[in-house]
């Protein structure tokens, strides 16, 4: 088991070098990437996935992911990829809407915590307690005094998250003005985009410095040792997907829990007087 489980941690260690290799290509060799090439590395890296939920479960660790970044950036389509091949039962995703009136009257990190993870989870917040230094902080919508007293807090929460035993891992989706415009025009006009885009969004892309001044500030005040921030280049979508899910398969020391492969049962006898066809009253027809 030992000699699997460190052929799987070089599997995915290696696979995180590629992706970091590609990384460092400029623009247009990274565009190159076919999506036979891109859905072949993504395969792999989703059979880790698989390989840490179990290891999750087995032996009951606490894991919160934050997806943080600029709008378009792609923090949902890292989430997807993420959660395409995994039970949502480990691998849980929280999005909350903006607060209610009862939300606001509460400790400002209060509605958070209620998702935070138990025994065996795995919690990723696309987007987080950080909204508090970004859009809260850019549009108005926190005093001052709320905002200073988040800067203050903050660091000493994570601390006491982490020490409580939770791995707690924060990544930030960095994309730039051309390509977060490319992204907004192609929103605008594919009706089955249109609705990622919002009113909020519309206001970053008109902010885009106010936002940059947001966050060179907190990166000063919570990029820490106990839990650093994670920057994904993210103005090629695939090699950010790659990047961000290959860097943390690299950083939990999951080991491979062996599967016990079961023996089907032989089915029990059909009962005298049921019949081998069941005779249903509606049956959705087939597409024609």
Not at 117 to 145: H, L
Not at 203 to 223: G, H, N, P, Q, V
Not at 263 to 279: A, N, Y
């Amino acid at each position: 088991m030992a000699k699997k489980s460190k052929k799987r941690k070089e599997t995915a260690t290696a696979a995180t070098k590629e992706a970091q290799a590609s990384a460092q290509q400029p623009p247009e060799q990274k565009s190159k990437m076919s999506r036979k090439d891109y859905e072949a590395e993504l395969e792999k890296l989703q059979v880790e996935l698989v390989r840490l939920q179990e290891w999750v479960k087995a032996t009951g660790e606490r894991i919160i992911i934050i997806f943080e970044g600029r709008d378009a950036a792609g923090k949902g389509g890292v989430i997807k990829r993420i959660t395409e091949r995994v039970s949502p039962r480990v691998f849980r995703t929280v999005a909350l809407p903006a607060p209610t009136e009862r939300e606001k009257s509460q400790i400002y990190i209060q509605r958070y915590m209620r998702h935070f993870p138990a025994a065996g989870e795995i919690i990723m917040f696309d987007r987080s307690w950080y909204n508090r230094m970004g859009v809260e902080r850019v549009m108005g919508f926190c005093t001052d005094e709320e905002y200073d007293n988040f800067v203050r807090v903050c660091p000493q929460l994570e601390r006491e998250i982490v020490h409580s035993g939770i791995r707690l891992i924060k990544y930030f989706f960095d994309v730039g003005q051309a390509e977060q415009e490319r992204r907004f025009k192609a929103r605008i006009n594919d009706p089955m985009r249109q609705w990622k885009l919002s009113p909020m969004d519309l206001e970053s892309f008109r902010l885009w410095w106010d936002y940059s001044d947001a966050i060179d500030k907190m990166f000063i005040a919570t990029d820490t040792d106990y839990a650093p921030w994670y920057v994904v280049p993210s103005d090629n979508k695939r090699q950010a997907r790659l990047n961000c899910i290959s860097h943390l398969l690299s950083i939990i020391p999951y080991e491979t829990v062996q599967f016990e492969k079961p023996v089907l049962p032989k089915r029990k006898r059909r009962p005298k007087g049921l019949s081998e066809t069941r005779t249903y009253g509606r049956i959705v027809p087939d597409r024609s």
